[in-house]
């Protein structure tokens, strides 16, 4: 079936070789290891949409989750409650889609925000995102697509193939302009599976069936086209085989040529016979197609070909979902086993693989130079020679411009082509077809740019340049930017840009005047130039921009130039502006470290520009600068303002201070605030000494603001110092109303009279309330000032009014007086009136002056200043007058009613006439002169307490009776009858005789008997009573005084009770009863009830107070009334006379404390009675709680007949209540009747239990169908012995596991083991089995039958509580089944130590090997390999290597080391070698050199070179064996000891190892001392032969005297005849060289031939080199690396030595036996 060529490179693929494969292969994850479950890895519960995500729903017990895996942290997935029949996440952010039935949702994970919904109308049997915003809905019979953005819906694309009715939908795939459409599908047809795809166009609407099983498209750009292809790659596996198509699908895009078809074999092995594709996918970065296969075969396929590239088995599960791996450009997917695996293109080793193993150079070629890969160089610098040397110079400059990896764009490439003539037929040179095609293939390197641009920048074509640095195609470099700054310095700033040199762009910027971006720059590229040299250079040309630039040097927290040095060149230029304006920006933050440049500041605007100092001190900006030195320089210039704020030392302050027309007086002020005390003082007094006119008014200022911290005394001692009275007075004038001190304001007075301010004297003396009166009397009597208003106020202030008449009289200022108490204070009219009398003035002029002064002064005084001289008629004209003015004002009354009782002028009628006069004040006046008028008095005053003492001090009663009835104040009645009142006896008796018998009004006969009453005066009160009610009166009948005379006998003589009782009718009977009854008067009270017929409160007399129960029978015979049966009924109910008391009942009818009854029958026992009593309370009342006691009633007297028929009649009792009552007390029978009546069922079945009926309560417990009841009659039937019903029982428990410890629990309590495993064993196949009993079940295997615990485990590891079990298997030492528990429940450590603990019974190789791989302790490893030592080291190399991916290999070796154990683990060294690790290639080289295999250590040290080379040298130089002394010398040689490494092989007479090393010694004195030694050695054959390896490093007039010496020129010969040859050449040359350049220069001189660039762009004139070719040497310092030696004779492709490879043929066939002993 197949053609011989694929069976070969089949054969050839699938052939295990040595070298390495074209692919990488990589596994990323094990999803199981991740908590995914094996069950859930599948093509219906796992997507992968992208190599991004994977997403996978699971089913975790009821709860449903989706898990979402970040392929970017696999370890951490994220799951999420979800219900959802599939889900699939969006290929590139955190966005999942959900399907559930028909509703489709979308959902942003990270924002927890539902995007989209639709419910669709068809059910959705396959989806697929199809780009980030859009999926694609595949339903039965058509294909929607849904974007994600905005509002849209699920838009129908096409409807669905007939041919693809019934197939399983597996893909969906669009093209990248999702122009065309594919949907895939597979379905069972004869024995195998069939592919079935409908390609759909969306530009035409028609679809096309094809049969293919996965088809994938891509996007490809044929060679020579500019536009890329839509490709269209599909697999097929029919019953005549499998086939790769490879198609371009529509019409090609304008001006491309169309893509061939390509169709291929494809390869299935014989033992995949049922084998087809699953899946496809192209690489856009390598352009290969990677194809999956059902049986896990990968088949890589270059996609423009069509060429099998490899074939192999990655997978033995089948590989369900792959999605392109965007990383690697590869294939990534899941297989069924949980493996996330992918396949990509190894870079490296494509092209050698296609090339050797495949034997397709082309090919390789072809993949080299699409993809750039390296591995192919050999051939493209052939391909370039041979077509070079053909004289296909444009198929050469192809090659050149398209070979990989650049290997071909050099400077000896562009110096041949510039060496080529140009071809016939044709206008343009090679070297500038060379550079057309590299400018149409992308960018020139740096070579390529220089010799382009120094042409086109000699012609001027500056716009070329421009254009190709725009374009990008150009290589920026330093040497380009000079070549172009000769010309323009901007043009040559963009190439400096771009070529990253800084120092030449920041120049560029200097030059150009942006200063600005200097800065800028050199943050951005982190590059430090001279700043100060660029800053004096731009202040030289513009000191502005400088400035500029010198601000942003220290915009940043990091500066970037020394501060100092920056002001150093503004003062060298002498920019004070520029300097200012600098320093004010840079020092702003005011730092210590900056004092001197402050200064420096300063100073030098203090100088030039006073004013801009001033401003800058102003502003308080700067606090660290020298103060003194700026100090004096501002009080040279003027500033003294700013010297005071400067100066420090008093002499200094001083001598600028003084100065105050210079100063602003506000700021002066302010500033004495900032001195100290006595610098302040002693300042203001310089002051006045200077020039007290001048700076009295700003001391003054001082004083005022600052008195409080300067004292006010020394303010004052100082102005009183220069007698300026009037700074005094301004000064103090200015405290004055805020000071609370004496001297300030008496100091005031003084300087204000002194000053003539009167006006000021009079304020202070008025308003001030500090200054000392006295001293102020005393002054204002000396001054004698002429108004003496300032010492009438003091004096009327201050009390001297007595002292002020006495001065004014005596110095006859009597119209001051007048003055005084008709203007300043009449009110001090009395006192004057009291001065006047005392100096005897004459009553005429103190009546006028009292007439004078109208109502304005106090009376009171007037009198009393009157009557203490006994002058008081001397008023009585005046007292009249007002009297008749209608004053009603107290103190005149009270001075008339003085005057008329002292002149006994019908006082008592002016008494109790006038309603004026203070009663008190005139009783008082009145007590000695005349009682009764002091009664009087205070009676019409109501003044109870001094009528009350005048009346008892003088025998008053019968008036302070009749006075205290009418007052009717209970408080005073209180006072007078108190018993301390000694008066009390014979006032009462005039309370009675006199005071109430004269009274007619009932409220005075009230509040005396109250207050009678209140007084505790019973026997007082009976007699005032008696004489009230029972003597004929008006208040006889009065019920109130009946009740008060009936309760008073009560409390104070109880044998007068029953006479009133019987006496009185008008009074409160149940009240007075009550009263009676609580003073124990019970006869009394059962009076007054008979009287007024309350028979029950009588009875109730007799039971409750009496307590006769007999006389209440009697009482209760008697009368035979129902309300006094039920009384006595509950008086004997509570004596406990049961019988009696149902009797009392039944004869009052009475049920309504049945409550009572029934609790004392349940008390006493006595449940005959209780029937009888019930009986008759159930025909009266229908209360459920008579019905349910008279049932339990019938109960407790075993009444079950009667109970039966109650039960079958209606009735209202709580039967359930009864029921559980009877069962409480054991009265099982009754309670069965109860339960049953009711079909409780639960309590029936419990009933049973007692009654020993078990199988009826099992059937009780079925009907009950609860828990409790189960387990009650489950324990009852164990206790019974009954199993086999308790196991019935038991099976209905155990399903609760809240119920199952208890079972368990009274199962083992008891002993029965058997039973309790039997109930287990029987409970694992219930619906409803849960993890509790597989657990318990597994407990007790542990403890009773451990032979069966193993078995049960591995049949329900799942369903059981690992930990719980763990512990049990732990207690019971059953170590094999405690590390399979382990294993389940993942703790593999403690696997891994269980088994290394207990080795006989637990240890197994494979599953130690599978469970060590899983541990999270690395340490486990290194104690499992110390356990393989003790007990399995012939398994360790094993173990060993299942732990290389974890294990610390230095730590490794280091252990076996110690341990001693290193040639026993030399297989796993050598497995982990390949890591090139020092610490093994160390170890494995130890243990080689021990076993002495030097074969096996040099291959080892060639191929892993981590390890210490010098120390191994060392070692090996001394060693016994020659081969590895030899191995030594080879070390020595890596390691550039070239001395060390020919001696030891001239020792070991090694001398082919000895001249090979010399030569790569490439150091001549070597060469030579090799040579020497050889001639010592008389080994002149090695001689020549070390002449033919050390050619070019041996010097011929060193080797002709050597040779010439040892007469051996035979030997040497050779060598000199190849130098003699090397030497005409490189003559030849340069002479052939000369002349054409002298030809060339000629040409050039007089014919210059333009030559121009074919194509679109811009035509670019070079001048051409010499038309014969040659060498044409480039510009001093810019000759390319062997140039030289190519133009003097090279070759192509040979060393730049040129001996080895040029040496003639004779040399080859020197003899050799000089070469035996090597």
């Not at 190709?468 to 330093?478: A, D, G, I, P, R």
């Not at 060298?572 to 900056?594: I, S, Y």
């Amino acid at each position: 079936k197949f053609s011989k060529e694929l069976r070969e490179n089949v054969l050839c693929i699938s052939d295990k070789m040595t070298q390495q494969l074209p692919i990488k292969f990589q596994e990323h994850v094990q999803l199981t290891n991740v908590g995914i479950n094996a069950g859930n890895i599948g093509f219906s519960t796992l997507t992968m949409e992208s190599d991004k995500f994977i997403c996978v729903r699971e089913k975790v017990g009821e709860n449903n989750q989706v898990v979402i895996i970040d392929m970017a942290d696999p370890t951490n997935p994220i799951r999420r409650p979800i219900t959802a029949d599939s889900a699939i996440m969006n290929p590139s952010y955190k966005v999942i889609a959900l399907k559930a039935g028909k509703t489709l949702q979308i959902f942003n994970i990270e924002m927890k925000t539902k995007m989209k919904a639709h419910v669709m109308v068809e059910d959705v049997i396959f989806w697929k995102w199809i780009n980030d915003k859009s999926l694609a809905l595949v339903t039965e019979v058509a294909v929607f697509h849904w974007s994600i953005e905005g509002d849209s819906q699920p838009q129908k694309v096409f409807d669905r193939h007939a041919n693809l009715s019934g197939c399983q939908i597996i893909n969906y795939r669009v093209d990248f302009h999702q122009k065309w459409l594919l949907l895939v599908g597979i379905t069972a047809q004869t024995g195998r599976v069939v592919g079935s795809m409908q390609l759909y166009s969306m530009d035409r609407k028609v679809s096309q069936h094809i049969e293919g099983h996965a088809a994938a498209f891509s996007q490809f750009r044929v060679q020579g086209n500019k536009e890329d292809s839509t490709l269209f790659s599909f697999a097929v596996r029919s019953a005549a085989g499998g086939k790769l198509h490879i198609i371009e699908v529509g019409a090609p895009p304008a001006g491309n040529q169309p893509f061939q078809k390509k169709a291929v074999d494809i390869f299935f092995p014989p033992e995949a016979e049922q084998d087809f594709p699953v899946a496809m996918q192209v690489s856009d970065k390598m352009h290969m197609i990677f194809l999956i296969t059902k049986c896990g075969y990968i088949h890589m396929y270059d996609l423009e070909t069509a060429e099998c590239i490899y074939m192999n088995r990655i997978s033995s599960d089948t590989i369900f979902v792959t999605a392109l791996h965007e990383a690697t450009g590869g294939i990534i997917g899941v297989n069924r086993k949980g493996q996330v695996l992918s396949v990509s293109v190894d870079e490296d080793n494509l092209v050698p693989y296609v090339s050797n193993s495949l034997s397709k150079p082309e090919l390789a070629l072809r993949l080299a130079q699409r993809c750039n890969l390296s591995g192919a160089d050999d051939l493209f610098i052939k391909q370039f020679n041979n077509l070079f040397a053909q004289g296909r110079y444009p198929e050469a400059a192809n090659v050149a411009a398209t070979a990989p990896k650049g290997i071909l764009r050099t400077p000896q490439t562009i110096q041949r082509f510039q060496q080529c003539p140009v071809q016939p037929g044709s206008s343009t040179t090679p070297l500038l077809q060379y550079f057309g095609l590299l400018l149409e293939k992308g960018q020139l390197n740096k070579f390529e740019s220089l010799e382009l641009c120094r042409p086109v920048l000699q012609q001027n074509r500056k716009q070329l340049l421009e254009k190709w640095l725009k374009e990008n195609k150009l290589e920026c470099s330093e040497e380009l930017g000079d070549l172009v700054k000769q010309m323009d310095t901007t043009l040559a700033l963009s190439v400096y840009l771009r070529a990253n040199a800084p120092a030449k762009v920041i120049q560029c910027f200097a030059e150009t005047g942006q200063f600005e971006k200097i800065v800028l720059y050199a943050k951005k590229v982190g590059y430090q130039p001279d700043w100060i040299y660029l800053l004096r250079a731009v202040m030289r040309t513009n000191p502005d921009a400088g400035l500029k630039f010198a601000t942003m040097l220290f915009q940043d927290e990091e500066k970037l130039a020394d501060l100092r040095q920056v002001v150093n060149v503004f003062t060298e230029m002498n920019l004070v502006q520029q300097c200012t304006a600098f320093l004010l920006e840079a020092l702003k933050e005011n730092k210590p470290e900056e004092a001197d440049l402050q200064t420096r500041l300063l100073e030098m605007n203090l100088l030039s520009a006073p004013q801009v100092a001033d401003a800058i001190m102003g502003n308080q900006m700067f606090t660290h600068y020298d103060r003194a030195s700026v100090a004096k320089l501002c009080e040279q210039v003027g500033l003294l303002q700013r010297a005071l704020e400067h100066y420090t030392d008093l002499f200094d302050i001083k001598r600028a201070v003084v100065h105050t027309h210079l100063l602003n007086s506000e700021w002066l002020v302010n500033y004495f605030g900032t001195l100290s005390v006595d610098d302040s003082l002693e300042c203001i007094q310089a002051m006045l000494a200077a020039n007290i006119r001048q700076n009295l008014q700003v001391c003054v200022q001082i004083a005022s603001k600052y008195h409080e911290q300067l004292g006010t005394q020394p303010l004052i001692d100082i102005f009183e110092s220069f007698k300026s009275y009037e700074g005094l007075f301004y000064f103090l004038g200015s405290i004055v109303n805020f000071s609370q001190e004496e001297d300030v304001h008496f100091k005031y007075i003084q300087a204000a009279c002194k000053t003539g301010q009167i006006k000021e004297v009079e304020r202070i003396c008025r308003e001030s309330n500090c200054y000392n009166a006295e001293k102020v009397k005393t002054f204002l009597k000396e001054a004698k000032l002429n108004d003496q208003l300032p010492l009438i106020i003091v004096c009327d202030r201050f009390d001297f009014v007595h002292d002020l008449v006495l001065y004014l009289y005596r110095n006859n200022n009597q119209k001051y007086i007048e003055i005084y108490v008709q203007k300043v204070n009449p009110s001090r009219l009395p006192v004057v009136i009291g001065g006047l009398l005392d100096v005897d003035c004459s009553e005429e002029i103190i009546k006028n002056m009292i007439h004078s002064v109208k109502g304005q002064f106090s009376t009171d005084e007037l009198v009393e200043e009157v009557e203490k001289r006994n002058r008081l008629k001397l008023l009585l004209p005046w007292l009249e007058t007002r009297v008749h003015e209608g004053v009603d004002e107290p103190a005149t009354h009270n001075a008339l009613a003085k005057i008329y009782i002292d002149s006994s002028n019908n006082a008592e009628r002016f008494l109790r006439e006038n309603q004026f006069y203070d009663s008190k004040v005139i009783g008082k006046y009145c007590e000695k002169r005349n009682p009764h008028l002091a009664c009087v008095a205070y009676e019409r005053g109501l003044c109870d307490q001094e009528l009350i003492k005048v009346c008892n001090d003088n025998s008053l009663f019968k008036s302070e009776a009749r006075y205290l009835v009418r007052r009717r104040d209970a408080e005073l009645w209180a006072q007078v009858l108190d018993p301390q009142n000694t008066y009390r006896r014979q006032l009462i008796d005039q309370v009675v005789q006199t005071a109430l018998s004269e009274t007619k009004d009932p409220d005075d006969i009230s509040i005396t008997v109250k207050a009678f009453m209140t007084a505790d005066l019973p026997t007082e009160l009976i007699e005032l009573l008696e004489k009230i009610v029972l003597e004929s009166s008006i208040f006889s009948d009065h019920k109130n005084l009946q009740n008060l005379l009936i309760l008073t006998a009560i409390k104070a003589d109880r044998s007068k009770v029953m006479e009133y009782i019987n006496k009185l009718d008008n009074y409160d009977a149940p009240d007075i009863a009550s009263i009676a009854i609580n003073s124990e008067l019970f006869e009394e009270a059962i009076v007054i009830f008979n009287k007024n017929q309350q028979y029950a409160r009588a009875i109730s007399v007799l039971i409750d107070n009496v307590k006769n129960l007999d006389r209440a029978y009697e009482y209760a015979e008697k009368f035979n009334i129902p309300e006094v049966w039920s009384l006595l009924g509950s008086a004997q109910l509570r004596e406990g006379l049961m019988k009696e008391a149902v009797d009392s009942y039944i004869k009052a009818q009475d049920p309504t404390n049945y409550l009572g009854v029934i609790q004392a029958a349940q008390t006493s026992g006595m449940y005959e009675e209780l029937v009888k009593y019930l009986s008759m309370a159930r025909k009266k009342a229908k209360e459920p709680a008579i019905e349910t006691e008279l049932i339990y009633a019938y109960a407790k007297t075993d009444r079950l007949a009667e109970l039966e028929e109650f039960l079958a009649s209606p009735n209202h009792a709580q039967i359930q209540l009864v029921g559980d009552r009877c069962f409480d007390d054991g009265m099982y029978e009754a309670a069965k009747l109860l339960f049953n009546n009711i079909s409780n069922f639960a309590r029936l079945a419990s009933t049973l239990v007692h009654l020993g009926e078990y199988q009826a309560a099992v059937d009780g417990a079925r009907k009950a169908n609860s828990t409790r009841t189960w387990k009650e009659v489950c324990f009852a039937c164990v206790e019974g012995q009954e199993f086999r019903l308790a196991q019935m029982c038991g099976l209905h428990i155990v399903v609760h596991a809240d119920e199952l410890e208890e079972l368990i629990n009274f199962y083992q309590d008891r002993g029965y083991f058997e039973q309790l495993i039997t109930l287990l064993e029987a409970a694992l196949g219930l619906e409803r089995a849960h993890m509790g009993m597989f657990t318990e079940l597994a407990i007790l295997y542990s403890k009773f039958k451990p032979a069966k615990m193993r078995e049960h485990l591995e049949l329900f590891w799942s369903r059981v509580n690992i930990p719980k079990v763990l512990r049990a298997a732990e207690e019971a030492h059953l170590w094999s089944e405690l590390v399979f528990l382990y294993d389940k429940y993942e703790e593999y450590d403690n696997a891994v130590v269980a088994m290394m603990r207990h080795p006989t019974v637990s240890w197994k190789e494979s599953l130690f090997k599978d469970i060590i791989t899983k541990v999270a302790n690395i340490e486990l490893y290194y104690k499992a390999i110390q356990f393989y030592l003790d007990y399995k080291p012939m398994l360790l190399n094993d173990l060993l290597v299942v732990l290389v991916p974890r294990l610390d290999h230095t730590r490794a070796v280091n252990f076996f080391r110690k341990a001693n154990q290193m040639p026993l683990v030399l297989p796993y060294l050598k497995s982990v070698q390949s890591q090139n690790n020092k610490a093994i290639n160390e170890a494995v080289n130890d243990i080689l050199i021990d076993q002495e295999d030097f074969n096996a250590l040099r291959v080892s040290i060639d191929a892993f070179d981590n390890f210490d080379n010098i120390s191994l040298a060392m070692r090996l130089e001394k060693h016994e064996l020659v081969e590895f002394r030899r191995i030594s010398a080879y070390l020595y040689k890596g390691n550039n000891r070239w001395v060390q490494s020919v001696e030891l092989c001239k020792k070991d007479m090694l001398f082919k190892d000895a001249m090979q090393y010399a030569c790569e010694s490439r150091n001549t004195e070597i060469a030579e001392e090799l040579l020497a030694w050889f001639l010592n050695e008389k080994n002149y054959e090695c001689f020549a032969a070390c002449l033919y390896s050390c050619y070019d490093l041996l010097r011929p007039d060193v080797i002709m005297e050597l040779a010439w010496k040892n007469r051996i020129m035979d030997f040497a010969m050779p060598f000199f005849i190849q130098v003699m040859r090397e030497y005409l050449t490189k003559i030849d040359r340069l002479e052939n060289a000369e002349a054409v350049r002298k030809e060339a220069d000629t040409e050039k001189e007089y014919n210059q031939q333009p030559l121009v660039f074919e194509g679109d762009s811009q035509q670019l004139m070079l001048t051409a080199g010499p038309a014969g070719g040659g060498y044409v040497p480039p510009p001093m310092g810019q000759m390319p690396p062997g140039a030289m030696h190519g133009a003097y004779g090279g070759f192509p492709g040979a060393p730049q030595g040129g001996m080895p490879g040029a040496m003639p043929p004779y040399m080859n066939s020197m003899p050799n036996s000089g070469y035996g002993s090597m």
